[in-house]
């Protein structure tokens, strides 16, 4: 298993931008496909973006043409980049790890998931 730590939340005006980073442990982080999800106040945990080992991404139309996901994998690292941020983007998003292979937009494929880091738009 891996350990997540995401970092780069934050409060941000709408319109503006917020590069989330997640931080894996381990040597077989380029093994995971990774993925991001995000629960605001009062509602579910949702699928954000995924990336898979091939570095095949899917985002969720919320999000879709705004948010981009990335790896580096020489980094152990997974980034999600926000653009044109809205005030329904406020949540704790977080950084989540997957063996199964290909994109993974489900959430229990993950077995290994950060502490979240929360992000604040104001409009």
């Known amino acids: 298993q891996v350990q997540l730590v995401e970092s780069g939340g934050g409060s941000v005006q709408a319109g503006g931008s917020l590069r989330l980073s997640c931080a894996a442990s381990?040597?077989?982080?380029?093994?995971?496909?990774m993925g991001w999800f995000r629960q605001a106040p009062g509602k579910e945990r949702e699928f954000v973006a995924t990336i898979s080992r091939s570095r095949n991404t899917y985002h969720a139309d919320s999000v879709k043409c705004r948010f981009t996901i990335s790896r580096d994998n020489a980094k152990n690292t997974v980034y999600l980049q926000m653009n044109s941020l809205k005030a329904e983007d406020t949540a704790v998003y977080y950084c989540?790890?997957?063996?199964?292979?290909?994109?993974?937009?489900?959430?229990?494929?993950?077995?290994?998931w950060g502490q979240g880091t929360q992000v604040t738009v104001s409009s």
């Open positions: 381990g040597r077989t982080f380029s093994s995971y496909t």
């Open positions: 989540a790890a997957s063996l199964r292979v290909g994109i993974t937009t489900a959430q229990e494929p993950y077995n290994c």
